[in-house]
Structures are given as C-alpha cells and as structure tokens.
C-alpha cells in the first residue's frame, strides 16, 4: 500500500478498527496516514521482511503494531520514518512489537525500529507505553528487536498508573540505541525474565527512572546521558542486574 490515506476507521470496542492490515511475505506499507482510527494505525502480523516506511499516524490508539500470533516463528520486519502523535492505549501503548496472543508459541525475531518520532499531549493522550515489547502467558517472545534513533516526548500520563513507560521490554536481545526519551514514568524497563538487553548512547530525560531492570532481567546501560529522575537514574529490583559502563547520571 503506498500513498493511502485512513480517516475515522472503527468505532468504540468491540467495533473498533485498524487502519491497514498486512499479513504476508516482503509487503511494504510506505507514504500513508491514518487519523482517528480506534485501534492500531499500521499492522503487519504473521509476517516476514514487510515494513511501514515514512507514514504518519495521528489520535489514532496505537501507532504501529508488529506481532506474531500462530505457532509459526516470523522475522526480518521493520518499520522506519514513522511520526506517531497522541496515541492512546494503557495495554498495548503506541508501538507494540511481539506475541500478544495467548498459547501462540510463534517467536517474532529481528524487528527493526529506526528513525520514529512519537509525541503525546499529556494528559489527554500518552496512555500505554510509547514502545511495547510485549507477550503474554503461554505466548512466544520477540528476540532480537532494534531500536535505533527513536525520539519520545511526553510518554506516560501519572495518573494511569506506573505501567506508562517508554520502552517496556518482555523480550530477550532488545536494544535501545541512540534515542531521545522523555517520559513521566521508567524510561526503559526490562521484564523479569528478558536477557540480553542493551540501552546505548541515550538521552533519558525525566521520570521515576531512567533505566529499571525487575525479576530476573538482565541489560547494559552504556555511554547514555541521564537527568531529571525523581527517584533514581539506574535501578536493578529484585535479582535483576544491569551493567552501567560510562553513564552519565
């Protein structure tokens, strides 16, 4: 699809509707806009090496959705150049990459993020994390996700609760590179469970913390510029662990 636009799909729950929905093997969504759509605005599920390029999502509830939801594994899918404003989801945030579908055992490996914009008018907008890494029980995990050169504002409305986050990760090898965070809530969580995670050369600006680990998560925080934390700029909970090397805090 290229060049589309999509105005006021869907309605309240149940009847709520997504912009475009792929499934499929190297499609590519490129150059549309979604404005008012009542679920996600770009979906590209069961699929492999398709993508959404430079398109632009506006009050719609989420922004992009990357998923697996069979017993098939699915790789290689990318989305980048995309402008997301005032998403408004408490589940599933305004970017939800992963496996979302209960007792789907399908893996979602190697997606790619690079070059997003994400913006809320807080507090009316911003439910939801701005990035979510997501599964739930029973489901496959998404491995190895980049991502690379995001900017967030105004990610995380206080009042909902402290699940409003920036990049909330339940996935194993996720990197966060390179990108302008800005939030009320964690800038980047890991999950109990997640390994591998990696958050370099960041700018987190904002929020209870910077970059929290729980459970038994694992991460590096490496050469990121942290401020503005109202309680600490690196936490591990629990038995989690992070490895900070040239933090500045």
């Known amino acids: ?55 632009s999502a506006n009050a719609c509830a989420v922004g992009i959705g990357i998923t697996a939801a069979t017993n098939s594994d699915y790789r290689g899918n990318f989305a980048s150049g995309v402008t997301i404003n005032n998403w408004n989801s408490v589940v599933t945030g305004g970017i939800q990459i992963g496996c979302p579908s209960v007792g789907m055992t399908g893996n979602l ?40 050169g995001i900017t967030i504002q105004g990610s995380g409305v206080t009042r909902r609760g402290a699940t409003q986050q920036g990049v909330v990760v339940n996935g194993d090898y996720v990197k966060v590179r390179n990108s302008d965070i800005e939030v009320t809530e964690v800038g980047v969580n890991y999950l109990t469970g997640t390994v591998g995670g990696l958050v370099a050369g960041c700018v987190i600006t904002g929020g209870t913390f910077a970059i929290a680990n729980s459970g038994t998560a694992e991460c590096v925080a490496q050469n990121n510029v942290i401020n503005g934390q109202s309680s600490w700029g690196i936490y591990a909970f629990d038995t989690s662990t992070i490895v900070s090397i040239f933090n500045t805090v």
């Open 109 to 148: 490996y190697d997606t790619t993020l690079t070059g997003i914009t994400m913006t809320a008018s807080l507090p009316t907008s911003g439910s939801g994390p701005a990035v979510n890494i997501r599964k739930v029980s029973g489901s496959g995990k998404a491995i190895g996700v980049s991502i690379n």
């Open 1 to 55: 699809s290229r060049n589309c636009t999509f105005i006021d799909c869907g309605d309240a729950a149940p009847n709520a509707s997504d912009g475009i929905y792929s499934a499929g093997e190297s499609t590519l969504i490129s150059n549309c806009v979604a404005f008012n759509c009542t679920d996600t605005a770009f979906v590209l599920e069961n699929s492999n090496y398709s993508g959404i390029v430079g398109c």
